[in-house]
């Protein structure tokens, strides 16, 4: 059977794709922010996952107010790289996995949550700059990954509670597929910022730290947290962090190692932060 042993959070500043791509990642500004993924991108070489579910948020990319997809699983075999209106980032495809995003689809829809499956989507840089951050700059993607879409762009929003108990779902889901594949889930964006308003360039480091407190340590009381204190606290845009409760959702319920904990600000108008948690047994 399938198992999920691991899940990684990070966030997904479109300038760090910048940085990398033009050959800046070791310009003071950037450097202390990849230095913090050194550990990281040794762990994917020492810890290969055969796919990786990559919970993301599109940016009015793929997705626009035509269609607002709450939940949505790639379930194609290749998504290319998105043009965010500079040209699409100089990265490899993705390979999809059409079977596993087929079964899991299947699987969480039957468990009553409404999934919008995509058989056609360019991904942007809430998927490609994660990747980046974990993989580097291979020639092609370590393994085949599901991308998996939230709306957090367009009100209303999921509710933290929602995306956790998805995350059991898909839990579930991934233990019942039969093929003895090693899956790691990641929940990407975040942590505080907003980029518009009054409020733009709001960075909230009491707040975000609590956030990975809690979200180690108590999830499922950290998942009764209501959207409007994430915009609060967080900023407009922190609310993009209910996504890495659908990755710690689908984590065993024993407590998780912690392999990795990251978190510096500024990245562009984000503070960055990252997790690695592994499943104890
Ligand atoms: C920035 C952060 C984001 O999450 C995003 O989608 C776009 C820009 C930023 O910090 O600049
Ligand atoms: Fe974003």
Not at 5 to 10: F, P
Not at 49 to 71: G, Q, R, Y
Not at 200 to 214: H, Q, S
Request: aromatic residues 10%; hydrophobic residues 45%; charged residues 15%.
């Amino acid at each position: 059977m399938a198992r999920i042993t691991a899940s990684v959070y990070t966030s997904h500043v479109p300038a760090i794709g910048a940085a990398l791509d033009l050959g800046k990642s070791h310009e003071p500004y950037w450097q202390p922010v990849f230095n913090g993924y050194d550990f990281s991108k040794q762990w994917m070489k020492d810890n290969p996952p055969d796919v990786v579910f990559l919970v993301f948020n599109d940016h009015a990319t793929a997705f626009s107010l035509e269609m607002i997809p709450t939940f949505a699983i790639g379930t194609a075999a290749r998504f290319q790289p998105a043009d965010e209106g500079w040209g699409p980032r100089p990265v490899p495809p993705v390979i999809g996995h059409p079977e596993l995003a087929a079964h899991i689809a299947q699987s969480v829809i039957q468990d009553d949550f409404d999934l919008t499956i995509v058989n056609k989507m360019d991904v942007d840089h809430g998927l490609t700059v994660p990747l980046s951050l974990m993989c580097g700059q291979p020639q092609a993607w370590p393994c085949p990954v599901i991308p998996f879409a939230v709306n957090v762009v367009q009100y209303p929003v999921p509710s933290g509670r929602r995306c956790f108990n998805l995350g059991r779902a898909i839990r579930k889901a991934v233990a019942s597929y039969d093929e003895p594949l090693n899956v790691h889930i990641w929940g990407t964006g975040g942590m505080s910022h907003q980029l518009q308003g009054p409020r733009a360039g709001l960075i909230n480091k009491a707040f975000d730290n609590a956030f990975l407190d809690r979200l180690i340590a108590d999830p499922a009381d950290l998942a009764q947290m209501p959207h409007i204190d994430y915009v609060r606290e967080a900023g407009s845009e922190g609310i993009e962090l209910v996504m890495w409760l659908i990755a710690r959702g689908a984590m065993d319920d024993a407590p998780p190692r912690v392999r990795h904990r990251f978190y510096h600000v500024p990245a562009s108008n984000t503070a960055v932060g990252h997790l690695i948690l592994e499943n104890a047994s």
